[in-house]
């Protein structure tokens, strides 16, 4: 599989809320971080109730969201999920599987913690997305 381009990474990073405030040399640093995975149909990407490890971020294909065994329907690419598994250790909310190939690429969430601890000014920022977000909430 050919990774995915930087600038590719960026563009699907910016369109995260909990990166909203970052600049491009801060979304470049954590997009070194991430990893390219592509996986065939009917590969199960998170279950409800695991602990959430990683952020994910899609970039061809689509996925089905089922909670308590009911579907919550199907997210396309170019989506993203998983970003509080970053900053909280908490469980999956829902179970995520693929339903055509996949290609996509994931922050884990030690590879983050190690970046917020190497940039505290990606961390202030991240702080004060997440502040703003707890004090409107959608």
Do not use: W
């Not at 999920?81 to 900053?87: N, S």
């Amino acid at each position: 599989m050919a990774g995915f381009r930087q600038d590719t990474k960026i563009q699907a990073l910016k369109r995260a809320p909990l990166f909203e405030g970052l600049s491009k040399r801060q979304l470049t640093e954590v997009a070194r971080l991430t990893d390219d995975v592509e996986v065939e149909a009917g590969h199960v990407l998170c279950r409800e109730g695991e602990p959430g490890r990683e952020f994910f971020v899609l970039l061809d294909g689509e996925v089905e969201i089922n909670r308590e065994g009911r579907s919550l329907g199907r997210r396309p690419a170019p989506d993203y999920f998983g970003e509080i598994a970053l900053v909280e250790r908490v469980p999956r909310t829902a179970t995520v599987t693929a339903t055509t190939p996949l290609r996509f690429f994931v922050l884990t969430r030690q590879a983050f913690q190690r970046l917020l601890d190497d940039h505290p000014a990606i961390e202030r920022s991240v702080l004060r997305t997440l502040a703003r977000r707890v004090l409107r909430p959608e």
